[in-house]
């Protein structure tokens, strides 16, 4: 049995989840999700908590039961409370600011860096250098992230660029002097 698979996925007020022709639609107070999902894993409603099975046990079968049992979780999150990743810019002279559906960057290069935003997804950039993105959908926001750090990757001697702001980025000392 899948570990992750077996765990119930508990549905919270305000979330409606309906299962037709192979697609799972979530609707809750943020917005909508929709997700297609393969006929061999099944999905069974106890009032408050989706269980999901599986029809046999093939190795692939298991993968699947415990991959939309997950997907399904982060579909009722997001609707419900929605996903968050958080920037942080550093380095003399790099800031970051938002300009209507535009994020735009200073990072040491000769001219600015922008980056248009998702409608799905909400960005906010104060002058401490923090970016904040938001939105319902765990994948979209996380390889917006990505893609933004992806601009100036930080760097081990000085620790400028972009990092996630949970990153521990390993320092190196530079060249010592030759005597």
């Known amino acids: 049995m899948s570990r992750i698979g077996k765990i119930p996925v508990k549905v919270p007020a305000g979330?409606?989840?309906s299962f037709c022709d192979e697609v799972m639609i979530v609707e809750g107070p943020k917005g909508q999700?929709?997700?297609k999902y393969h006929p061999v894993v099944?999905?069974?409603d106890k009032g408050g908590e989706i269980i999901v099975g599986r029809q046999n046990n093939e190795k692939q079968t298991m993968a699947y039961h415990g991959l939309y049992r997950n997907l399904l979780n982060n579909m009722v999150i997001g609707v419900s409370a929605g996903f968050s990743k958080t920037l942080v810019i550093s380095g003399v002279g790099y800031r970051a600011e938002v300009q209507g559906n535009i994020l735009s960057m200073s990072l040491g290069y000769s001219s600015d860096?922008?980056?248009g935003?998702?409608?799905d997804i909400k960005v906010t950039a104060d002058a401490q250098g923090k970016v904040v993105i938001n939105g319902i959908d765990k994948q979209r926001v996380g390889e917006f992230a990505a893609q933004v750090r992806k601009l100036r990757l930080p760097?081990?001697?000085k620790g400028k660029g972009i990092k996630y702001?949970?990153?521990q980025i390993r320092r190196k000392?530079?060249?010592s002097g030759v005597k």
């Open 15 to 17: 979330v409606k989840i």
């Open 33 to 35: 999700l929709s997700q």
């Open 42 to 44: 099944t999905f069974e």
């Open 113 to 115: 860096v922008y980056v």
């Open 117 to 119: 935003i998702p409608d």
């Open 155 to 157: 760097e081990p001697y």
């Open 165 to 167: 702001e949970n990153e």
């Open 173 to 175: 000392v530079g060249k």
